[in-house]
């Protein structure tokens, strides 16, 4: 069992609605060793993709990305939920993606001067849930012309379609924990995952 599902059990606490929190090492607090043993198992998957930048959204998406793109010696990028003023529209890459656990839409955007069509973009993020903020990533990586090496996920919640719509996309889609159910208050990891 890898050290983010150890933390997971020992630390993760499972709310109403199948939301799980992990405040105290990943959202919140982060724990640089959880984020580290994330790093290497992702460059571990992702090493041969010819990767040149990752690519996240804000905020908690940010700490596993910067980590692994330290390790891949490559720029991170953000989108950003909010538009800076000095940036024009026709400067910037959109997409509108929808929150289900929030109920809201928020218009990301990423500056067209940060991403251009040789690029080969790893994708990360710290959940996946529906794939609404991963499909908005993609949707502005392709928007540039830009190639998606791989989507690297550190908790996929298996129960929700967000696999499926990346994969049905035809993206490799690797997680470090998948987790099957939350049912009861208690986290199942997917079989054979363990
Ligand atoms: P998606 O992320 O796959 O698109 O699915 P969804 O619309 O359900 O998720 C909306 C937000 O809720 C995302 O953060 C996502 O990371 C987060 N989320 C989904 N399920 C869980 C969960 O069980 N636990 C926690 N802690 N977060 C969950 P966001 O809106 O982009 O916000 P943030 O990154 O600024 O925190």
Redesign the pocket.
């Known amino acids: 069992m890898n050290y983010l599902k150890e933390r997971i059990l020992k630390d993760g606490k499972v709310y109403p609605n199948?939301?799980?929190?992990?405040d105290s090492f990943l959202?919140h607090q982060i724990d640089p060793a959880v984020v580290n043993a994330v790093e290497k198992l992702m460059y571990e998957h992702f090493k041969d993709r010819k990767i040149t930048k990752v690519m996240t959204?804000?905020?908690?998406?940010i700490a596993p990305a910067i980590m692994v793109a330290n390790r891949f010696n490559v720029p991170m990028l953000f989108a950003k939920k909010t538009v800076p003023s000095t940036l024009k529209n026709q400067e910037r890459y959109h997409a509108l993606v929808?929150?289900?656990?929030?109920n809201t839409d928020s218009d990301v955007i990423v500056s067209k001067q940060y991403i251009n069509k040789d690029d080969h973009i790893l994708i990360i993020?710290?959940?996946?849930?529906?794939?609404?903020?991963?499909k908005g990533l993609v949707s502005i990586a392709h928007q540039a012309g830009a190639t998606v090496a791989g989507v690297g996920i550190v908790i996929e919640?298996s129960f929700q379609p967000?696999r499926h719509l990346l994969e049905e996309m035809g993206l490799d889609v690797y997680s470090i924990c998948r987790i099957q159910s939350l049912e009861d208050g208690k986290v199942t990891f997917v079989d054979g995952d363990e």
């Open positions: 199948n939301v799980l929190k992990v959202n959204i804000e905020a908690s998406g929808h929150s289900y656990t929030k993020d710290d959940f996946l849930a529906n794939g609404e903020a991963a919640k967000g």
